[in-house]
């Protein structure tokens, strides 16, 4: 592969991370992610498994050190195994890690397939474990399948963190025991505020819950000591004293993450994303297909000069959302 700069956007801040998107689809319908109906793209406009492997590889060769799959949820898409076997072949060799933000609902059929390709930490999106508010959430979903694919991972050597959307009146009272929960798993735990993007069923404010509110309630309940672990993303990071687990807070309404970005991301329809809370964008995957290699270096340093400083996230009773998309088309 012919060599390229490394990526430096306008602000000054390195992009090592790179968030792909395989498939806009999803086997669960989360009331603060989707639409209870929702249109696909058609398959014939996604990128393909060769093309998603292309790009990503230009952005190893210039300095992408982190790589996540995503969705909508990615093992929908029959082919995220063998992306993952491409992507680690490049393991130890300018990628350090290939990582999954999934739901779940089919990781005990690819836990182990996952980690002998080389994955070695998972993101699972939970918000509760109680079986009648889990299946309200997601609309259908069944916890002890989720449940199941959460050990199977853990058996299989895949170090597991949860990733739990808080919600006012949903599931604020299991915020806590969810964290008792990790601490006995061994799991590390993120809580993330919900977040305006696209068009939903509901009002997002109803749900609104500030992370500053649950921190001061859980200290009360676990010691918790400030962490000096970072990963150049959006969580600040406490340790439950007594344990190995990490407790991480994503706030996107309360405390602004944006100062240390490293991230952009990758539609399955090849649209390069500088910032979640934007729309602007770059068509990578016409790049590719009409001009090749050099238009895909060329559309990446358009994205790089065009990347925000910020978000401009607002949570406001009936306002529009920040951007149209919803969560489900850049993986988060």
């Not at 109680?130 to 058996?155: E, L, N, Q, S």
């Not at 407790?247 to 991230?263: E, K, V």
Request: aromatic share 4%.
């Amino acid at each position: 592969m012919a060599s390229a700069p490394s990526l430096i956007d306008r602000h000054g801040r390195k992009i090592s991370y790179l968030r792909i998107s395989v498939t806009d689809r999803c086997d669960l319908r989360c009331r603060y992610c989707m639409a209870e109906h929702m249109t696909f793209l058609p398959r014939d406009r996604l990128l393909s498994l060769e093309e998603i492997a292309t790009i990503a590889e230009r952005f190893i060769e210039r300095g992408v050190r982190k790589i996540r799959l995503t969705g909508g949820e990615p093992l929908v898409r029959r082919d995220v195994v063998e992306l993952t076997r491409w992507l680690g072949k490049h393991l130890g060799n300018g990628l350090d890690e290939i990582t999954m933000t999934t739901n779940a609902n089919r990781l005990a059929d690819h836990a182990r397939a996952l980690r002998e390709a080389g994955m070695k930490r998972i993101n699972v999106s939970l918000d509760s474990r109680d079986p009648d508010t889990f299946r309200f959430i997601t609309r259908h979903g069944d916890i002890h399948k989720v449940i199941g694919g959460i050990m199977a991972a853990r058996d299989a050597g895949i170090a597991v963190k949860i990733n739990m959307v808080a919600l006012k009146g949903l599931n604020e009272h299991e915020i806590a025991p969810m964290l008792a929960w990790c601490v006995e798993q061994g799991f590390d735990l993120t809580l993330i505020e919900t977040m305006p993007l696209g068009a939903i069923d509901e009002d997002r404010t109803d749900r609104f819950l500030p992370l500053t509110a649950v921190k001061d309630d859980l200290d009360t309940r676990f010691d918790l000591a400030p962490s000096a672990h970072a990963t150049g993303g959006p969580a600040r990071y406490w340790t439950v004293e007594g344990s190995g687990t990490r407790l991480g807070l994503i706030s996107p309404l309360t405390a602004n993450f944006c100062d240390g970005c490293n991230r952009v991301r990758l539609t399955t329809e090849g649209k390069l994303y500088m910032c979640l809370g934007h729309d602007d964008q770059v068509d990578l995957k016409g790049a590719l297909r009409e001009g090749g290699i050099t238009a895909v270096d060329d559309g990446i340093d358009r994205a790089m000069a065009n990347k925000p400083a910020r978000h401009d996230f607002r949570i406001e009773r009936d306002a529009a959302p920040a951007v149209e998309r919803h969560m489900s088309v850049t993986g988060g």
